[in-house]
Structures are given as C-alpha cells and as structure tokens.
C-alpha cells in the first residue's frame, strides 16, 4: 500500500544516500531517474518601492531513485526535528537541575531532598527531565526512513 505518491509538478524534500538534502520541484520522472528543477531567485525593488523577488534561472538536477536514502515528509521534517530538540533541552534543564541540586545540598551540608519546598522543585525538575528524554527518543531524526522503502513503477506503454 502506497504511502505517498510523487510526479513530475510536485515538490519533494529528501536526503541522498550521500547525506545532501534536497528540496525541489519534480520536473520528471523517467527511466528510474528523478529530474528536480531548482529556481535561483533574485530580490528587486518594484515600482510601489517595495522589495520583490523574482526567478532569474532554472536549472534541472537528475538523480537515480536508488540514491534516495529517505523521503522527508511534514510531519518527519518538521515536527520531529522540533519536538526532539525541545526534548533534548528538556532533559538537559530537568535533569541538570535535579542533579545540581542534590551535589549542592551535600557538599553545604543540608538535606537536599528533605525539605517541602526543595522536595517539590526536584520532583518537577525531574519530571521536566523524564519527559524531555521521553521526547528525546520518540522523536529522533534518525529513525526516518526506516519502515518505507522507495519503489519506482514504470508507467510507459511499450508500443509493439
């Protein structure tokens, strides 16, 4: 069962098996190759003396399917990448907290734990931390990819 469909007018965002990304638009797809056409724009000031920006070149790249180490989708791209930095933050802040807190308590020689109000700070520092590696692992860039795979159908009518 198809998880997304590409042709040639859609934009694509992928990674090579390389490690480039690549954004472009699909001019065509022919002969196991992919042909992206990138545009080079440039800035200009119209005649309401407002900045604009224009298309100055097009260029075509082709690439074969099997280099096509992963396909970046929205919700891969975007929202993984984000929720796995808040994540890595999250852990740092929580845990480092939780951390300073009890080295500080015993070399001042109080009970770092013990009291109410640094009991309940420690608890929330460590919750912070906990779901911040929980976000941390659920949402790692570098499990994209790996339960899709990329199929190339040949759709050309052979004339006899």
């Given at each position: 069962m198809p998880?997304?469909?590409y042709y040639a007018g859609v934009n694509i965002s992928f990674v090579s098996t390389d490690g480039r990304r690549y954004d472009a638009l699909i001019h065509k797809i022919a002969n196991?190759?992919?042909?992206l056409r990138y545009f080079t724009t440039a800035p200009y000031t119209n005649i309401f003396g407002t900045v604009s920006y224009d298309t100055v070149t097009t260029y075509i790249?082709?690439?074969h399917y099997k280099g096509i180490k992963y396909i970046n989708t929205p919700?891969?791209?975007y929202r993984n990448h984000y929720l796995g930095e808040l994540g890595r933050y999250a852990a740092i802040g929580g845990l480092g907290y939780t951390v300073l807190n009890i080295v500080n308590g015993l070399?001042?020689?109080a009970?770092?734990?013990l009291d109410n109000r640094n009991a309940r700070?420690?608890?929330i520092a460590t919750g912070v931390g906990g779901a911040g590696l929980?976000?941390?692992r659920k949402f790692k860039s570098a499990r994209k990819g790996n339960r899709y795979k990329i199929v190339y159908v040949n759709m050309s009518v052979d004339k006899p």
């Open positions: 998880v997304k469909n196991d190759s992919i042909y790249l082709q690439l919700k891969s791209s070399i001042e020689k009970d770092p734990l700070n420690v608890a929980f976000l941390n």
